[in-house]
């Protein structure tokens, strides 16, 4: 059940009710739908605005704001926001605050959300944030506050958001709440949730230890990043010199059935918490910058896309920011994507500088395991006193929860936090003191920090000095920074809170962050953090170019240890090859545009040639085959082979490495999966090779490739035709974007037809550039993951950049600009990207001028 649906089992009862409401609103007209829609032209008065905002809108409905002052630049941010998404932001901010509950009613998924997030505290550090910010971070967040403010005052609900008078119609829906500037502060946990790094990959390796029974063995499911195959994004020379803490191991005994439930536990307990930006295969971005010597106008292009969840309203609010006279009283002007509940601009660029971001993927989260005695858990032969505290949930429509949480020195513990059966009293490892544990999460984004003040530091940087002194202030998510300036540099610079962990040897299992660290030692706490001045960075490479797409950052054994656990680098390559292709061709921005939705697929180039060798009995199986014969590899929507290759992977996951597994962990066939068979392959009596679910036969690589080959083309036949030369790879792969609340299959037709989008069909997989990403394990190819997002911005003429997001820049399922820009994105189109002000005026299609209350 995906997770991001968390009230469709609530309108189950209700179904016949909404149709027949749903039909007398059709028939009425637009009345319910169509009311939410905001004012974009003409004159209103905003109370508390210092002076005239103008608000002009692009033919997709795309904003920029025009003011004289900071504070109301920012107000008029959080009115427009308010105007475009308000009920994105009311749910962002009831996830968060571990209150969905309190809207969507009693859900048992909404419940066991919250009791999760108000284990964890996300708006209780944010609490914490907002009495340590700075003056100005206050002023910006407050500001905005009073935008969305002004536009919810005197509303009913009805004229905010037609899913309120949706949910209405079973739960007792109020007015929403004032917004809060912590309401902003929270929305940065969510996203360092879904972009926390290896917290997965350290569970999955405890869980496969449980079937697989052997370090050595798991290992070889997370193999090493190929820095010989795929380049880090930096050289050892881009690197100032740092320190390198050497791996270190613990004498954990994972292989006790009850210490595998607790973790297991955990694992559920967390997974209970909304991605509101995705999470899982597919998750990541692509970033890169050219230099001037390498484009046609002689200065840098730069161009990102982040992979994020797909959902409907897509997650990117587009929107430009300028103060009328720019000085250092009013110092924005600057154009980008942002999220709607933030003030100013995540990702974009003002008149001197771009950038562009991707997920580090640095471990900033470990498990740790907790020997509880009474209320004290046992460090070092002595105790450390459990904090508790009570939290009140309430649930719309049923009784008040009150939830006891537990805290250790570690963190929060989150193997008791649902009701999962005998975890909390499972044995310890028998090396350890005592004969209970629990499991605690320690976790950067769990402490209060200042990622707040670094954005609004990055949306007016002019220059490398500024960059760098942002990315010390972004805390949490860690990201890769890329950016250039209309000067001509470009650089790269690693922010992020990166924990030091203590170099202890003394067991067979490596605790440098993959695996989970005994709690009752303290040599295996945190030793501090990474010093801002000793991350990577590099300001104009001799190459001239600098690619990050979720790949090792530097060397290995080069610079602080970020992580062992990165995507494997096929991405990045591909763009490096791609840029490098044609020595003497200069880039523009076109050739940017086209590198972003470069389909070419490097399982292709691996599997393919092995694949051609097998000897297939039959002319009718020998059909999938055949279309490998001539295929150019990329996975395009409109190519039959592509769809067969997809469905090959899919049985080769199933057949080599299922079996293997414990439920819940079957391969996703994501890059460490291509880098898992790419290893195997010159090995084909590998054990790995071998179906355990066929008792008495021992299959090698060949009978596994042919026996998924014969599958897939079977399993095709049954979905698309017998007829192998019509499959369309776009039949299998669409891009579906739901509605956080409302799209689930259980709600009725007529209102999922409003707010879900029609589904495209688009080419593209995991690991190609165009990152589409798709979950081999679940038995469909739909995409789970994709670019949420696409820009280039030419430095030489800031003017000529370009963009477009998912799915359109309005929240209201009866806008046209709800999905007007999601066929563009499907093809790989984009739109222009007006910055100056002449520029924008030239494309305004509407003008709303907000005045103050007279």
């Known amino acids: 059940m995906p997770r991001r649906h968390l009230v469709r089992l609530s309108f189950i009862t209700v179904a016949v009710v909404l149709v027949l409401v749903l039909v007398g609103v059709v028939v009425a007209g637009f009345v319910v739908v169509r009311r939410p829609l905001p004012e974009v032209a003409g004159t209103l008065e905003l109370p508390g605005l210092g002076a005239k905002v103008t608000v002009t809108r692009d033919a997709r409905g795309v904003p920029t704001i025009t003011a004289r002052s900071s504070d109301d630049l920012f107000m008029a941010q959080g009115y427009v926001a308010a105007q475009d998404r308000f009920f994105e932001m009311d749910y962002r901010r009831h996830v968060t605050a571990g209150r969905l509950a309190e809207l969507v009613g009693n859900v048992k998924e909404a419940v066991d959300a919250d009791k999760v997030t108000r284990t964890l505290g996300w708006r209780r550090v944010a609490e914490q944030e907002w ?3 700075t003056p100005a971070t206050r002023k910006a967040l407050q500001a905005y506050a009073d935008g969305v403010n002004a536009y919810l005052a005197g509303k009913p609900k009805g004229a905010i958001a037609v899913e309120y008078t949706i949910l209405g119609l079973q739960l007792d829906i109020r007015d929403p709440e004032k917004w809060d500037p912590v309401d902003s502060l929270a929305w940065l946990k969510a996203m360092a949730w879904d972009l926390r790094g290896n917290y997965d990959d350290e569970l999955g390796r405890a869980a496969a230890f449980s079937t697989i029974g052997d370090v050595a063995r798991v290992d070889q499911l997370y193999p090493a990043y190929p820095q010989a195959l795929n380049a880090p994004i930096l050289t050892g020379a881009d690197l100032p010199s740092t320190v390198t803490p050497a791996a270190a191991t613990t004498s954990l005994n994972l292989s006790d059935d009850d210490l595998q439930r607790a973790m297991a536990s955990a694992r559920k307990a967390l997974e209970a918490v909304p991605h509101l930006m995705g999470d899982g295969e597919g998750v990541g971005s692509n970033s890169w910058v050219v230099g001037g010597a390498l484009t046609v106008s002689g200065k840098p292009l730069l161009a990102n896309d982040p992979h994020l969840g797909i959902s409907a309203p897509g997650v990117w609010e587009q929107v430009g920011l300028r103060c009328a006279d720019v000085s250092a009283a009013c110092p924005y002007d600057v154009s980008g994507f942002s999220f709607a509940g933030m003030p100013g601009v995540v990702i974009g660029h003002n008149e001197h500088l771009a950038w562009g971001l991707t997920n580090l993927g640095a471990d900033v989260s470990d498990f740790f395991l907790e020997k509880v005695k009474g ?11 459990i904090t508790t505290r009570t939290e009140i949930i309430k649930v719309n429509g049923g009784d008040i929860i009150r939830l006891p949480v537990r805290e250790t020195v570690h963190g929060p513990i989150v193997s008791d936090v649902l009701d999962l059966g005998p975890v909390a009293a499972a044995p310890v490892p028998v090396d350890a003191p005592g004969s209970t544990f629990a499991v605690a999460l320690e976790w950067t984004a769990l402490q209060p920090g200042t990622s707040m003040q ?9 220059d490398a000095d500024d960059i760098r002194a942002a990315a010390a202030l972004l805390d949490v998510p860690a990201q890769n920074i890329v950016f250039a300036t209309t000067d001509g540099h470009i650089g790269y610079q690693a922010p992020g809170k990166i924990p030091i962990r203590a170099d202890v040897v003394g067991g067979p299992v490596p605790s440098n962050g993959t695996w989970p660290r005994p709690g009752w030692d303290s040599a295996y706490d945190w030793q501090g953090y990474v010093p801002a001045d000793e991350m990577p960075r590099t300001l104009d490479p001799a190459a001239g170019f600098i690619v990050t797409a979720n790949n090792a950052v530097t060397p290995a054994g080069v610079g602080p240890f970020l992580t062992d656990d990165w995507d494997y680098g096929y991405r990045a390559q591909r763009i490096r090859d791609l840029i490098t292709k044609t020595p003497t061709h200069k880039l523009t921005a076109a050739d940017m545009s086209t590198i972003q939705f470069d389909q070419h697929s490097p399982y292709a180039d691996m599997l393919v040639p092995i694949l051609l060798q097998q000897h297939i009995p039959t002319a009718f199986d020998r059909d999938g085959q055949n279309l490998l014969r001539s295929w150019d590899r990329v996975q395009s929507d ?15 996951m199933k057949f080599a490495f299922a079996d293997d597994l414990p439920d819940g962990y079957d391969p996703d066939g994501g890059s460490r999966w291509l880098e898992v068979v790419r290893s195997l392959l010159d090995d084909p009596t590998s054990p790995w090779w071998d179906d355990r679910s066929t008792p008495g036969v021992v299959e090698g690589r060949d009978e596994v490739l042919t026996r998924a080959m014969i599958s897939a083309r079977r399993e095709l036949t049954a979905q698309l035709g017998r007829d192998a030369s019509q499959w369309r790879w776009g039949k299998l792969h669409t891009a579906a974007p739901e509605h956080l609340v409302l799209g689930g299959s259980s709600v009725p037709g007529l209102v999922r037809a409003l707010v879900n989008p029609a589904p495209l069909p688009v080419g593209g997989s995991s690991s190609i550039v165009d990152a589409t990403a798709w979950d081999a394990s679940t038995g469909s190819f739909g995409v789970t993951a994709a670019p949420s997002m696409r820009m280039v911005v030419d430095l030489g003429d800031l003017d000529s950049s370009t963009w477009v997001t998912m799915t359109g820049a309005s929240g209201h399922p009866g806008s046209v600009h709800y999905t007007d820009q999601f066929g563009p994105w499907s ?10 002000a002449a520029a924008t005026q030239a494309d305004a299609s509407d003008e709303l001028t907000l005045v103050p209350s007279s």
């Open 131 to 133: 009495k340590q910010a």
């Open 375 to 385: 209320s004290s858990t046992v460090v070092d032969g002595g105790t450390q006193p």
């Open 454 to 462: 670094a954005l609004l530091a990055m949306d007016v940087a002019s």
């Open 638 to 652: 409109d190519s039959a082979a592509a769809a067969y290759f997809a469905a090959v992977w899919a049985d080769v």
């Open 827 to 836: 093809r790989g189109e984009t739109f222009p990207w007006p910055f100056s």
